[in-house]
């Protein structure tokens, strides 16, 4: 099992920038992707960036490619999301989750592991 806490969120100024923080623990080598996704009340959650620990490829959604950068640590046991020129449509609930996936950007169900979020707000 996999246990993933996130940090960074809060309130920041439109143009201002964020970085996120998921550190996994547990059994950290069971997983070839780690990801994001992004939620806002009323919608399906979004998944908007991904990077896979083997090959170290990365995939973003439209929405945020060019602005935000996945990176792993080296033990591949730290996801981070640096967030660039946010804009207020990226305020929402931001998660961490990892598993396995044959997909670029996989989807929220395909993750076996997942954080319980942390607030970003764009003013």
């Known amino acids: 099992h996999v246990q993933l806490v996130e940090s960074g969120g809060g309130l920041v100024q439109s143009g201002g920038s964020l970085r996120l923080s998921c550190v996994a623990s547990?059994?950290?080598?069971?997983?070839?992707?780690m990801g994001w996704f992004r939620q806002v009340p009323g919608k399906e959650r979004e998944g908007i960036a991904a990077r896979y620990t083997g090959d170290d490829s990365q995939y973003y959604a439209a929405s945020v490619k060019g602005r935000f950068t996945i990176s792993l640590n080296s033990a591949k046991n730290t996801a981070y999301l640096q967030m660039n020129n946010l804009k207020p449509e990226d305020t929402a609930m931001y998660y961490c989750?990892?598993?396995?996936?044959?997909?670029?950007?996989?989807?929220?169900?395909?993750?076996?592991?997942r954080g319980q979020g942390t607030q970003v707000t764009v003013s």
């Open positions: 989750a990892a598993g396995n996936s044959d997909f670029h950007l996989p989807a929220w169900y395909e993750l076996d592991y």
């Open positions: 547990g059994r950290t080598d069971s997983y070839n992707v």
